[in-house]
């Protein structure tokens, strides 16, 4: 069993920066990918930034040059750098993580950590 823990959530003003982690029980490279979500009040979950196996970050056009994807492969955390936020960027953000075995696809979420911007 695969858990994730995010960390990091709070309150800031517009204009501020965040940086959130998601402490993995398993090592990044068992892993296809792995990723930042949000949701927020009355919206769907919408993908904010992934990075694969091999590195490469993929990031949604709303935070591009915003947020930053990173992982610690040592200690097992994955990082999301959030800067100048704006009310927008409020939301529940999650940890993601994916794992193809024999063909069947795993999805790991986090309980979520709640990023709150004031403008």
């Known amino acids: 069993q695969v858990h994730l823990v995010e960390s990091g959530g709070g309150s800031v003003q517009a204009g501020g920066s965040l940086r959130l982690s998601c402490a993995a029980s398993a090592s990044f490279f068992s892993f296809d990918s792995m990723g930042w979500y949000r949701q927020a009040p009355g919206k769907q979950r919408e993908l904010v930034a992934v990075i694969s196996s091999g590195g490469s970050e993929t990031y949604a056009d709303s935070v591009k040059g915003r947020f930053t994807i990173s992982r610690d492969n040592a200690d097992y955390t994955m990082y999301l750098q959030m800067n100048s936020l704006s009310p927008e960027d409020t939301a529940v953000y999650y940890c993601?993580?994916?794992?193809?075995?024999?063909?069947?696809?795993?999805?790991?979420w986090g309980q979520g950590t709640l990023v709150t911007v004031s403008s």
């Open positions: 993601n993580a994916v794992r193809v075995e024999f063909g069947t696809t795993r999805t790991y």
